[in-house]
């Protein structure tokens, strides 16, 4: 297993904000996800794409348990043949690690 998709009990670790140079490098690491938004409302954001709803749906429901188990739920809009799932780490008001951990599992799903 990767060290990406190892459990991480957030609970234990405080979250902090990451900094720029953090940020950059952690992006850099995960294909097709992107920065959005600013100030607060920053996020990391990446387009799912599906032959279907049926597949988007199952997407989402797998997405929904990862964010259960994580305890961290991404904002998703859900469309026919994909999904938009954005992250941001609402309690330090931006993101951190906690992110980029939900969104190689994430990842993970499609790989």
């Given at each position: 297993?990767?060290t ?7 609970s234990q ?20 996800w ?8 920053v996020?990391i954001e990446?387009?799912?794409r599906f ?6 749906i ?15 739920h991404p904002?998703m809009?859900?469309h026919?043949n994909?999904c938009?799932?954005r992250?941001?780490t609402h309690?330090?008001g931006g993101i ?15 790989a």
């Amino acid at each position: 297993m990767s060290t990406d998709l190892k459990k991480i009990d957030w609970s234990q670790h405080p979250r902090h904000v990451m900094g720029p140079t953090a940020l950059v490098t952690a992006l850099a690491k995960h294909t097709g996800w992107g920065l959005v938004g600013d100030g607060p409302d920053v996020a990391i954001e990446k387009t799912y794409r599906f032959a279907n709803y049926y597949e988007t749906i199952s997407f989402v429901n797998a997405v929904a348990f990862i964010a259960h188990a994580q305890d961290h739920h991404p904002d998703m809009s859900v469309h026919y043949n994909r999904c938009v799932v954005r992250l941001n780490t609402h309690d330090v008001g931006g993101i951190s690690q906690t992110d980029f951990d939900c969104a190689a599992k994430i990842d993970a799903l499609i790989a």
